[in-house]
Every structure is written in C-alpha cells, then in structure tokens.
C-alpha cells in the first residue's frame, strides 16, 4: 500500500483544514487508517484511527471534539477535518495503514507527511 497525504497549509487559530489521504494497492478497505502529528524533536503522535469499514472512529483527547477522521472506500481515501484550530496542532501530520491495533498498531505503511501550520 502506498500512502499519499495532502491538504496541509498555514492557517490561522480558530480556522479548519482537511487533509487526505490516498492510498494505492489493492484492499484498501481491510486497513485501519490512522493520522499521526509529528514536531521537531518529538515522537510521531496519535491522533485519530478509522476501521475499515469506517464503523468506529478513535480520537486523542487532545483533538475530540474538533477533529474529524473520516473514509471513502470507493476512492481509497480517509480523511481528516481539522476544526478550530489552535497553534499546538502545528506539526507534520502522517497517515498510516495497520492491520493490528488502531492506536498501538504497528502501522506497516506510512505516508509521506503534510505541514500544518496554525498562527496565533
């Protein structure tokens, strides 16, 4: 499966972005899909996973509430509407793909990122 994240930008606080994500290869409805916020010097976070079927939807509480994670299987892409956004969701946001465990995974394939900036 190969990844490909786009939609990022610089936004102002209390504005919205969405990304997406797509994906190529066959199957993509069996993964679990996932985005993940990386900053300088830190680990890659989780911020939200979508089932295959996209019946269940997982959030870090940092973004629930304002965070949207999202799929359309026929176009083999997930989604993430990000709502009132505030300068600590800056970062490089992945997607990703597992089979596992929605949060812990291991995620077996990844995206190449799209910045997110958000000014105060």
């Known amino acids: 499966v190969q990844l490909q994240a786009s939609g990022g930008g610089l936004v102002q606080a209390g504005g919205s972005l969405r990304l997406s994500c797509a994906a190529s290869?066959?199957?993509?409805?069996?993964?679990?899909m996932g985005w993940f916020r990386q900053t300088p010097g830190k680990e890659r976070d989780f911020i939200a996973a979508?089932?295959?079927?996209?019946?269940?939807?997982y959030y870090a509480d940092s973004v629930k509430g304002r965070f949207t994670i999202s799929r359309d299987n026929a176009k083999n892409t997930v989604y993430l509407q990000m709502n009132s956004l505030k300068p600590e969701d800056t970062g490089v946001y992945y997607c990703?793909?597992?089979?596992?465990?929605?949060?812990?995974?291991?995620?077996?394939?990844w995206g190449q990122g799209t910045l997110v900036t958000v000014s105060s």
């Open positions: 990703a793909a597992t089979l596992i465990n929605p949060i812990a995974g291991p995620y077996l394939y």
């Open positions: 290869g066959r199957s993509f409805s069996v993964y679990t």
């Open positions: 979508i089932s295959g079927s996209g019946g269940r939807s």
